[in-house]
């Protein structure tokens, strides 16, 4: 346990700037309730399973009723309209995402930003560059969950004999 926590903590800091938006301990204390549905929607719609965790630590904090700006964004994923509910949201947010990444050719860059601000705004914002601070944070905080996500399959692999 001791190994893990070292390393998790130094995870973390490799990118400090994805560390301020990130409440690891909201993080560890939600995400096992919300697994099953994100693995299930995020392999349905092909999409990487650390980029939907990433969304949902940044949109929402891990809050399942959170309500956002403007009120019609709700739940974990913050979907206009969407569903507070848990599974149906991360359905939908899963669905968003990969209309944008197919609309955008799968640029990861523009199609969170079409999911940020919606993909009829998100061809003005990308000519002028604008948000594109966003798109950096998702893909840094899912790099860095990826990261995690490495060395804790290391570290399990190892307390078993695997490696």
Known sequence: MRKFI???FLI???IPSCSR???WKRYWSEYSKYSTSIQKWSNHYGLDTNIVKALISWESGWT???KGI???CRGLMQVNG???NADENIKSGCSILKRNLILFGYDYYKALIGYNAGSGK???IIKSKKRWNYSTQILRIAYTLSKLDHHLISLYQNKRGLI
């Open 21 to 23: 938006h990130i409440n």
């Open 6 to 8: 070292i390393i998790f």
């Open 122 to 124: 998100a061809r003005s």
């Open 12 to 14: 973390a800091l490799t």
């Open 70 to 72: 403007p009120p019609s």
């Open 82 to 84: 969407g569903s507070l």
């Open 64 to 66: 399942p009723k959170a």
